[in-house]
């Protein structure tokens, strides 16, 4: 989110939406104009056509350690780490938007 392509692209096409207070100082510290819109998830509309396509719930966070309090009627579920090994920008984006069609297809719960 901090090499230079990514800021360049959200200082060319911002302000940047975050889900997370901390996503937004980091972005700030680095002048970029920044608001909390949440999880892009909640772009999404609430179903597809075929909504038995839409069975997997998906646990996302940079945090394993919340596995430990989901209750065992939220399962069987994916995890997910938003964390990226990579500072490639276009690396970076098109991971984004993978994963965003894995949610807006398959997911009943994210």
Same mark, same amino acid.
């Given at each position: 989110?901090?090499? !230079? =392509? @990514?800021? +360049?692209? /959200?200082? $060319?096409?911002?302000?940047?939406?975050? %889900?997370?207070?901390?996503?937004?100082?980091?972005?700030? @510290?680095?002048?970029? &104009? !920044?608001?909390?819109?949440?999880?892009?998830?909640?772009?999404?509309?609430?179903?597809? !056509?075929? =909504?038995?396509?839409?069975? &997997?719930?998906? $646990?996302?966070?940079?945090?394993?350690?919340?596995?430990? #309090?989901? =209750? @065992?009627?939220?399962? =069987? #579920?994916? #995890? $997910?780490?938003?964390?990226?090994?990579?500072?490639?920008? @276009?690396? /970076?984006?098109?991971?984004?938007? +993978?994963?965003? +069609?894995? #949610? %807006? +297809? %398959? !997911?009943?719960? $994210?």
């Amino acid at each position: 989110m901090t090499s !230079a =392509p @990514a800021l +360049e692209h /959200n200082t $060319v096409h911002g302000p940047a939406g975050c %889900r997370d207070r901390y996503t937004i100082g980091l972005l700030r @510290a680095h002048g970029i &104009e !920044a608001f909390l819109s949440h999880c892009l998830t909640l772009t999404f509309a609430r179903r597809l !056509a075929d =909504p038995a396509c839409q069975k &997997e719930v998906f $646990v996302t966070s940079h945090d394993r350690a919340i596995l430990d #309090y989901l =209750p @065992a009627s939220t399962g =069987p #579920y994916t #995890y $997910v780490s938003h964390i990226s090994d990579t500072s490639d920008f @276009a690396k /970076n984006k098109h991971r984004a938007h +993978e994963l965003l +069609e894995t #949610y %807006r +297809e %398959r !997911a009943k719960l $994210v």
